[in-house]
């Protein structure tokens, strides 16, 4: 308990003087005139910097990471096999590919999958 106690104040203490150094070091820079006139390329820093993007693009990171993250999920079912009951793990292992692939069907349903319109 004592080891963490004084693991937690140093980790603190460093992270305070590292602040406090940089708080000291860091010159504040007023706004002025030069600053906030157009560059030299005339685009104007005072509206916003964010695009629009596509949507299409969206949906599809997102049904990557589903995927991506249903990998996950089966690696350790195949470790499993070995331990479990069959009929219970081929029940589970089913459920959840036909819970995945009710999901694919209504994207492709929906048309979020047609990167073309």
Known sequence: MMKIMMM???????????????????????LDREKMSPF??????????RLPFSIQ??????LFLVFDIEIVI???????LKMTNMMYWIATS????????AGLYHEWNNGV???AK
């Open 8 to 30: 937690t104040t140093t980790v603190t203490s460093i992270s305070m003087i590292l602040m406090m150094t940089c708080s000291i070091i860091f010159k504040k820079s007023t």
């Open 40 to 49: 030299e390329c005339g685009f104007d820093p005072k509206s916003s910097s």
């Open 57 to 62: 693009f969206f949906l599809i990171a997102v």
């Open 74 to 80: 089966i690696l350790p079912m195949i470790i499993t």
């Open 94 to 101: 089913m459920g959840f590919m036909l819970i995945l692939m």
């Open 113 to 115: 999958l047609e990167w």
